[in-house]
């Protein structure tokens, strides 16, 4: 089983425009709404590729009775804590011409060291009965700068390997546990790194780098978005692969990679097939609105045809 | 006792940043949510300048419970009636650099015959003990085009006098009913006439030609933003008006405005009184974060300095 850490879910809110013009009032051509965040993003697409996943993470109010529920509707199996106030949402606004999207994060509601402390302890039970477990997205407002790098902790006590996708000083601290996949964006890689990553060859060079600092058998991923992404392998090789489609709806595919690739571990799958699930899952997601959401048909599809190869890790 | 009619409430968002970049990530200065769409606005605006209050409309889901319980905890008394799926939110971007307010409205779920039926006989109950109603807004997906018509004529019925605020072809076939008041921006009013609103002479010619087309006795009111607004008294006099302050937070200032003429008018103020304080709420809510809210001590302070001149009806 996969346990899916969201510490702060969102509703995320696709708003699709014809054009988005500063200073005037928009109505949605289309809009979707979905329990998000980048962890119930991962924890969905996992679902959706057949993978056992717990969602996890902690909840606020109406909104996040609105995601617990959703969630349950959506068949996949979730367990929160609580706090006071209301979950945050987000809402990523598409532009069917021009600049394509736009977004508007709020913050989320402060869990307090009570709130933290109450989803670490979570955490830790469903480690029990865990394979692999996902960390994603921001802390939350109010939680410990450490919280992610002690769930890092926990889960490798318990024997369980961890992928990581977070940002800033968490995901530093977190990276310094050695956590078994750290998977970033170019730009949050650029932070971790302290260079700037502008291209595919400043990707791979990252993701060696990332992968360097971890322990023995360590992964690390850089992407860059439709581009593609660099892969440093457990083994010293790295892949650059890119996704085999290009989707209109590209909110969340970072999500439905570390799905895809997670899933493909749990499996037993090697690191070469487990990374083609991973560009699939990518691709699948772009093809369809809402974060998260994909066809996993269509995620097999084109994890066989996406395109991958062995590249100079120097 | 004042009903104000919001069919198809919001929860309305403040978001406030530095700048809107169009395809940037964005996070807020700022942020604040309040119990809103137009009707919800004018709810809590009178009730902040001390008028009698319920609330009215059709809400649906979590988000409808958290507007609910919101408007319970502001004081404002309400009452509604459910459909299915969720409440709607409206996102308002205001950046402190460039150009000011970007709105993102969601449209709500489909209210069905039977949401709008449901909606029409809780009014019609309201009616026994109101003094006013007023009517704000779009009306919801799925609802008959002439409802808020027949809400009109329900008021006349009962003998209550009714402020519109509506848009398109609801308002037109609501205007024919002859409401009491219709207030309207200029882009509405220039929908309802057929004619484009670019100056404070054309605002003027406006309110005047939708008055005429009211019974004798009604009101109309055109509003151009910061700029002023146009008042075509029941008498045949024209005010033009001003706001005395200009503040930094201008959503829901029209909402403020329709409450504060509307406030004045229940007290039993004279007409140049009541838009006296219709300017000073619009003022005072421009002050403060959050559609609808204002601190009544401030809305008389600008009522009493607000610019209010006699203009020529011709």
């Known amino acids: 089983m ?6 702060n879910p969102s509703i995320d809110k696709l708003f699709e425009v014809e054009r988005l013009s500063v200073g005037a009032i928009h109505r949605p051509l289309s809009f979707v709404q979905v329990a998000g965040g980048k962890g119930l993003n991962v924890a969905r697409a996992a679902h959706a590729l057949g993978a056992e996943v717990t969602a996890t ?15 349950h509707d ?67 407002p109010g939680s410990p ?20 996708d977070a940002r800033d000083e968490a995901l530093e601290l977190a990276v310094a546990e050695g956590p078994d996949v750290v998977k970033v964006n170019a730009e949050e890689a650029g932070t971790l790194l302290g260079v700037s990553i502008a291209s595919a060859s400043a990707a791979r060079d990252a993701a060696v780098a990332i992968r360097g600092s971890l322990r023995i058998g360590g992964s690390a991923v850089v992407t860059r978005g439709a581009e593609g992404a660099a892969v440093a392998l457990p083994d010293g090789r790295v892949l650059w692969g ?31 097939e487990a990374t083609r699930l991973a560009f699939g899952a990518a691709a699948a997601n772009a093809e369809v609105p809402g974060a998260g959401r994909l066809d996993p048909v269509r995620a097999r ?3 066989s045809v996406s395109e991958l190869s062995l590249v100079p890790s120097t």
């Open 242 to 272: 890119r996704p085999s489609a290009e989707g209109a709806y590209p909110v969340g595919s970072g999500d439905a990679f570390l799905a895809g690739l997670v899933t493909g571990l749990e499996r037993g799958e090697g690191w070469e």
């Open 2 to 7: 996969i346990v899916c850490v969201a510490a």
């Open 145 to 164: 700068i450490v919280g992610y790098a002690r769930i890092v902790r926990a889960a490798h006590d318990a024997g369980v390997p961890v992928a990581l």
């Open 74 to 140: 959506d068949g996949v199996d979730a367990v929160f804590t609580w706090v006071g106030g209301e979950t945050r949402a987000s809402l990523s606004v598409a532009a069917r011409r021009g600049i394509g999207l736009t977004e508007f994060y709020e913050a989320g509601p402060d869990v307090g060291e009570q709130g933290w402390r109450d989803l670490e302890k979570l955490v830790e039970e469903l480690l029990r009965r865990a394979a692999w477990v996902t960390i994603s997205g921001n802390v939350p």
């Open 301 to 303: 599809t084109l994890a």
């Open 57 to 71: 993470g902690i909840l606020a109010g109406h909104a996040g009775r609105w995601i617990d529920e959703t969630l």
